[in-house]
């Protein structure tokens, strides 16, 4: 990892990418990404993944508007 560029993702229930984000400068620690209007999505449950080289991390998120 290191300051290799990360991608976020999030797929809706059905594994459908929903959306995708180029990190160019993620570097170790809290990041803060801002999707305008939540990025399209409409409640419901979805998994989020963020990958960096060859790591990666996921978890399912409930968006409630």
């Known amino acids: 990892a290191g300051m290799e560029p990360a991608v976020f993702e999030v797929f809706d229930i059905s594994g459908r990418l929903r959306i995708t984000h180029r990190l160019?400068?993620?570097?170790?620690?809290?990041?803060?990404?801002?999707?305008p209007g939540g990025g399209g999505l409409e409640s419901g449950s979805y998994f989020v993944r963020l990958s960096q080289g060859s790591q990666q991390t996921s978890t399912k998120i409930v968006l409630r508007r």
């Open 24 to 35: 160019e400068s993620a570097s170790p620690g809290k990041q803060l990404l801002l999707l």
